[in-house]
């Protein structure tokens, strides 16, 4: 989100949680998935780092890909 992301979502992410996202979005919202939320406030309070690297060695899967495609 540093990059300018207004929304983040997991890759499991379907249906309805997905849905709440991208309108969250499209009005004007920020929009973190439920879970990643939590772990994220589980983590400032324990104080363990929020932001570890992501692993530059992981390829997007061919899913991903296509939905990338439709975004950009």
Excluded at 10 to 27: C, M, Q, S, W
Excluded at 32 to 59: C, F, I, Y
Aim: zero cysteines; a neutral charge; aromatic letters at 4%.
């Amino acid at each position: 989100m540093h990059a300018g992301a207004s929304g983040y979502v997991t890759k499991g992410a379907v249906g309805d949680e997905l849905v709440r996202g991208i309108r969250a979005v499209l009005a004007g919202e920020t929009f973190v998935d439920a879970a990643l939320a939590q772990e994220a406030v589980k983590r400032l309070v324990t104080g363990m780092p929020v932001n570890a690297p992501a692993s530059p060695s992981t390829p997007l899967s061919a899913r991903e890909l296509d939905v990338l495609r439709w975004i950009v």
